[in-house]
């Protein structure tokens, strides 16, 4: 067994520059603390430069909220350590504070994972009796914040990447995904399916990605990325029954002669639509309006009662199917059209 069973093969360019961007980033954070807290000749130099290691993320937001729960859970932490010491004796008495004080702070960590950072200096204050306990929180408070307020800066100013642009980014990807997703379903409902694990494995890694960038979104619209990425999320959601639809009949799409035609304007339409979006070509207005027509004419053609009612409804589910992908389209459209800024107030003219 070489070396390269043991390598990802499907790593993509823009995965590649991220790992390269946090490495230097870190590196960068990490280099700076020390140098800082030499100069300045600051104790806990090792907690420093974790809080600055540990802060850093992807993007500039992300690394903001990080910087700021960071600091917030060392000092719930410390707190927690602290009292512990106080409440409890010596010796026998460490264990025990080690004890509740790491019940407690994963029991908060539980409620809040991003907290996790504070059992660190619960532990590290809980074993520490030989210390001026409030001497140890100020210490290490000040060498957390320091490496946070560094990793900050670093993210900001070496070859920064904003939440919103890596949101915007996995967004599109996942959006091709989903269009993807779409002609694989439309074709599986002929028994012409593909593998879809490709196109399903990239839309979850992608809208995930995407949804947890808009939530670290500071410095733009968040409620309207997240707006794209919840449009995102039904499209695909609607694609799900077309493939449920396809698992137990392959004959849905031709009950009726001329119905597997607007299915197919809905599969092109609908492809083209997704990709479109992911592109920035917020023109499908057109595409739109085509697979609103088919399934007009599709809903015309299953209305009556066919000889096999199961075949029925199959057919008619299929059309509920669509149509939830129509609207999920023109959803995502609304929610993809640039917002113009408001134009200036007019400054009131003096009588």
Known sequence: MSPKDFLPTNISRQKVISAARLALQSSLAAALTFSAMEALSLPEKFIGILGAIFVMQPSVGNTFGQATSRVLATLVGSGVGVACLFALPDGY???????????????????????????????????????????????????????????????MTIWPDRAKNRAQRHLAAALRAAGDSLDNAIKGLSGAGQEASDARSRYNLNIETARGEAEGIRFGNRQQMEEKVSKTERLYNSVLILNRIAEDTTEAASARDGLDEHVRTVQVCGHEIAHGLADGDFDQQARLDEIRSALASARKLVSYEADDAELHVYSSALIFGLNGVAESLSGLIEAMQPKEKPAPKAQAQSA
């Open 93 to 155: 008495g460490t264990a025990a504070a080690l004890g509740i004080s790491v019940f407690v702070m994963n029991a908060i960590a539980g409620l809040r994972p991003d907290w996790a950072y504070g059992v660190i200096a619960a532990v590290a204050l809980a074993l520490r009796s030989g210390d001026e306990p409030l001497q140890v929180v100020q210490d290490r408070a000040i060498a957390i914040a320091l490496g946070a307020a560094i990793g900050v800066l670093i993210a």
